[in-house]
């Protein structure tokens, strides 16, 4: 009985969690890449079965029998390691959220806040590691870019976690979703969601943040020397990473998988349902802002986080703490 | 149980180990702080394993997530290049760091043997909740919290004030 609990359930749990969140990212490129053809006026893949539904299908078996090239000039194992440490925090931070009334995909634990801030923390290690391990000036620079944006925006992040954390008055993620909020901190919250996105949108290296691999200026940046299913690799690290921090968004921000007003909160079979149709929606406040906005300079990239979201974000946590202390 | 929880601490702590010789026997800079990152990590597991669920965490943001990035930086900023055999080593260098080690490992298992068992900690921290450990840092321990406050503001001003350009030399 310890060893079903133990081992054999949390283990299924994450193979089911995986499939499908590998699902998931296979066909959130069809749905980028058809999101982006509607924007600018295209069709978009159409080829591959219904609607280029199986567009992703037939990506996958060409990156999957693609010959395996490991340049020489590269350090091996490192060059091996990151495609892996790009890849695993985004499925390994799964593991706090809930997805359904009082069922958190693998355990409800009190250091959930502190899990989401820690596994944050190393998800940069892949794009380093690949840009040095790379040997090659460009994908240096790359992962120079990258750790530096995120070290950066990683700090407003935090502050803006934080306030959230004075909010729920709890470190469990499973109870912040079921406490009951007033109007007001849900406006009060609402009102910082712009910049939290954007601060996520920097963390995730997404467009218009997109500038460890410009491809202008810096080849592919980080993943030059990637090619097959190791570049396959990053591509799934990126597009999983949109989900789990478009699923973060809507727990934190958007009630997860409660519909609004309570209703229906009786059938716990829906709150898979209801939390996958608000992550597609901010999915497509993604694709949206790579449809529409044009990179920044580097250097107003770096302004902007230190000049101007890290004093809003710490004036913002010193507001919240104010509200709470005396209205809740 | 007991044995499967002993079992996990001595394979995890086999880890951190070999990790840590790792970190010191390695050539390549690079490769020595991911050594140093698998040691936090694996450090991190063995503090859930003893209930101290915060302070893991605060392990992986700090140490993980913060420090070894910034050493990562650093390396590939000055350059990374293979440490040669004997740039800047002396013979008796590795002599002298063992026989420190040791009289570390003697006098910090005197200690302990001699102390026993620190009884508060656990019952203080209530197995490392956030709400508990912040409840006794600021409460009981406020001063040296404080204090380390004070230090880390200093040390703040005192990087700025040295990474700021001379003034005088510019005007000259």
Known sequence: MDWLNLVVFPVLRSVVLIVVLLTGFAYLTWYERKLLARFHARYGPNRAGTFGLLQPVADAVKAVFKEEVIPRHVDRWVYLLAPMLALVPALVIWAVIPVAKGVPAIADVNIGFLWILAIAGVESYGVILAGWSSNNNYSLLGALRSSAQMISYELPLGMFLVSILLLAGGFSLVSLVETPRAWWEWVWLWAMFPLFFICILAETNRSPFDLPETENELVAGFQTEYGGIKFALFFMAEYINMITTSTIMATLFFGGYRLPFGLLSDVVWLGPFVLAAKVILLLFLFIWVRASIGRPRYDQLMHFAWKFLLPVSIGYMIVTALLVVFFK | ?172
Request: no cysteine; glycine share 8%; net charge neutral.
């Open chain 2, 1 to 172: 149980m007991m044995t499967a929880s002993i079992l996990f601490f001595i394979a995890i702590g086999a880890v951190s180990l070999a990790s840590a010789l790792g970190v010191v026997i390695s050539r390549i800079p690079i490769h020595s702080a991911l050594f140093l990152l698998v040691n936090f990590v694996s450090m991190a597991v063995l503090f859930i394993t003893l209930d101290a669920q915060f302070l893991a965490a605060a392990q992986v943001i700090i140490y993980a997530g913060g420090i070894v990035i910034l050493m990562l930086f650093v390396i590939m900023l000055i350059g990374s290049d293979e440490i040669r055999e004997n740039a800047g080593h002396r013979v008796w260098t590795p002599y002298v760091g063992i026989l420190l080690g040791v009289i570390l490992l003697a006098s910090m298992t005197f200690a302990l043997v001699e102390a026993g068992p620190p009884p508060a900690t656990s019952a203080v921290v209530q197995g490392g909740v956030p709400e508990a450990v912040g409840m006794t840092l600021l409460t009981r321990y406020i001063l040296p919290f404080e204090m380390a406050g004070v230090l880390l503001l200093v040390a703040l001003i005192g990087a700025l004030l040295l990474a700021r350009p001379p003034k005088q030399k510019t005007e000259n």
